[in-house]
């Protein structure tokens, strides 16, 4: 998998996503972010040691390797993060959505 490396600085100046009050995420810290003109979702996650870390890098390689056999519509992570030498989480395209609300 590609990885990303940004300094300290410019991770320290990232913008929040804003997501709505219907998204909930418990794992990780969400950035909006531009890359090469690529406008990316960073995942910056709040565990970054032990098995809970070392199985969310396992899976990241696993679907990378598997990209060819997911629907496009499957948008999995492109890249990792990392901020001086550090993996800090990783990078996903950003979607614009639809949110649905039940009547």
């Known amino acids: ?3 990303i490396t940004i300094s300290k600085k410019a991770y320290s100046k990232l913008e ?17 972010f531009t890359y090469r003109g ?10 970054l040691d032990g098995s809970v ?3 969310k890098l396992y899976t990241l ?3 990378d390797a598997s990209r060819g056999y997911l629907p496009n ?5 492109d890249a990792l993060l990392s901020v001086n030498g550090n993996i ?9 959505g ?6």
């Open 1 to 3: 998998m590609k990885v």
């Open 16 to 32: 929040p996503l804003v997501l709505p009050r219907e998204i909930f995420n418990t794992e990780a810290r969400m950035y909006d």
């Open 38 to 47: 690529d406008r990316k979702v960073i995942k910056s996650l709040y565990t």
């Open 53 to 55: 870390f070392a199985n």
């Open 61 to 63: 390689e696993m679907l």
């Open 73 to 77: 519509t499957f948008h999995i992570p």
């Open 88 to 96: 800090k989480g990783f990078t996903i395209p950003y979607v614009e």
């Open 98 to 103: 639809i949110i649905y609300q039940q009547s």
